[in-house]
């Protein structure tokens, strides 16, 4: 191994080869929705109570008034929303982010992107300071999977599919 250096590009490099998936977190605030794709998402941190996490910048301006309201939706998105997640993500737009893009608002306040692979809601548990982000510790109060659609993957900076090895085995390409 050789000394890890303190440049951002570098540190970013060497995690962009940890596949992810792409979650899209979200809610109404006041009379608008907001919400932002996330790809430092972890599910099971615990069973019981179920909860997940995730890393915001603490420079996010849509994180701040997201931890505010009551419930949160998420999405996993699924592996045909690639274009979905890039439109959602632009910072040029952001208070268009969900003009045109298929979503449902919850009576709590929960966004989700319709077609997902996982959509869940969930209250803000706890945050956590992690360096130049915060870390957010999430309890999941209803969820829905379709188990049908494959996650949308996002490895070395690019979108990815889970593709299976060999017919029927239902491994993905590298396992054992």
């Given at each position: 191994?050789?000394?890890?250096?303190?440049?951002?590009?570098?540190?970013?490099?060497?995690?962009?080869?940890?596949?992810?998936?792409?979650?899209?977190?979200?809610?109404?605030?006041?009379?608008?929705?907001?919400?932002?794709?996330?790809?430092?998402?972890?599910?099971?941190v615990?069973?019981?109570?179920?909860l997940?996490?995730?890393?915001?910048?603490r420079?996010?301006?849509?994180?701040p008034?997201?931890?505010e309201v009551?419930?949160?939706?998420?999405?996993?998105?699924?592996?045909h929303?690639?274009?979905?997640?890039?439109?959602?993500?632009?910072?040029?737009?952001?208070?268009?982010?969900?003009?045109?893009?298929?979503?449902?608002?919850?009576?709590?306040g929960?966004?989700?992107?319709r077609?997902?692979?996982?959509?869940?809601?969930?209250?803000?548990?706890?945050?956590?300071?992690?360096?130049?982000?915060?870390?957010?510790?999430l309890?999941?109060?209803?969820?829905?999977?379709?188990?049908?659609?494959a996650?949308?993957?996002?490895?070395?900076s690019?979108?990815?599919?889970?593709?299976?090895?060999?017919?029927?085995?239902g491994?993905?390409?590298?396992?054992?």
């Amino acid at each position: 191994m050789t000394p890890l250096t303190a440049a951002p590009v570098d540190v970013r490099a060497m995690f962009s080869q940890f596949p992810t998936g792409v979650v899209v977190i979200g809610a109404r605030v006041g009379s608008d929705v907001a919400g932002m794709v996330v790809s430092s998402f972890s599910v099971g941190v615990s069973l019981s109570p179920p909860l997940v996490s995730f890393a915001a910048q603490r420079t996010s301006e849509t994180w701040p008034p997201l931890r505010e309201v009551p419930r949160l939706g998420i999405s996993i998105l699924a592996q045909h929303q690639s274009e979905l997640c890039a439109k959602i993500a632009s910072t040029s737009n952001r208070h268009k982010r969900f003009d045109d893009v298929p979503h449902d608002v919850t009576r709590s306040g929960a966004l989700t992107i319709r077609d997902a692979s996982v959509v869940m809601e969930v209250e803000l548990a706890d945050e956590f300071p992690a360096g130049d982000h915060t870390l957010a510790l999430l309890e999941v109060k209803h969820a829905s999977a379709d188990t049908d659609r494959a996650p949308l993957v996002f490895h070395r900076s690019m979108f990815k599919e889970i593709v299976p090895s060999d017919a029927g085995s239902g491994r993905t390409r590298g396992t054992r």
